[in-house]
Structure formats: C-alpha cells, structure tokens
C-alpha cells in the first residue's frame, strides 16, 4: 500500500473539495467592537459564531440571509470579558474560523 492508495480509504477518497471560506477581523486585539469581513460567491444563509475558551457559544452576531458579495459587519462584544475568542462561519457549505483577542 502505498502513500497514495485510495483504495484504503475508500470511495470518494479522491475528490478534495475547497470548504474553507476566508473571514477576517480587524481590529484585532480589539476593545469593544471588532469588524467582520468576508466575501461571499453566492447568496447564501450565513451563520457566525462567536466562542469562548471553553469552547461554549457567547455571541450569534448572524444568521440570516445576505446577498453575494463583499460583506462587513461590525461587532459589538457587549459584557464579555477580555480574553481569547474564536469565531466560525458557515454560508452554504463552506466554513471558515479565527481567532480575535479581546483586551
């Protein structure tokens, strides 16, 4: 068996699809707000999450419908306390993730 044997990992094994989906913010560190920004090919649901280190969900800034194109949203972090956070986004089937820093 080699490196690139498909046969050991089964039907399908062969097809890479590209399921990431590029979302920034900035400023990072940020203070109280931070803004989102990230493109979109299609119109899509979109849905961002927002984590703490725990891994628990403390802010949904979206989850809604939006149209193709570039999009920016600024976020507001309200009472949550300073530390390391980590967001997700899902529009259609690509995801994307970062990391932002809250001072």
Do not use: C, H
């Amino acid at each position: 068996m080699g490196a690139y044997d498909l046969k050991a990992w089964g039907q399908g094994a062969g097809k890479i699809t590209n399921y990431e989906l590029r979302i920034s913010n900035w400023p990072n560190p940020f203070a109280e707000s931070t803004t989102f920004r990230y493109t979109l090919k299609e119109s899509l649901l979109v849905n961002i999450q927002v984590f703490n280190g725990f891994g628990q969900l403390v802010a949904e800034p979206v989850n809604t419908n939006q149209a193709k194109g570039e999009q920016t949203l600024q976020w507001n972090s309200g009472n949550l306390p300073a530390g390391m956070y980590y967001y997700r986004i899902r529009a259609g089937k690509q995801v994307g993730s970062g990391k932002m820093v809250k001072k």
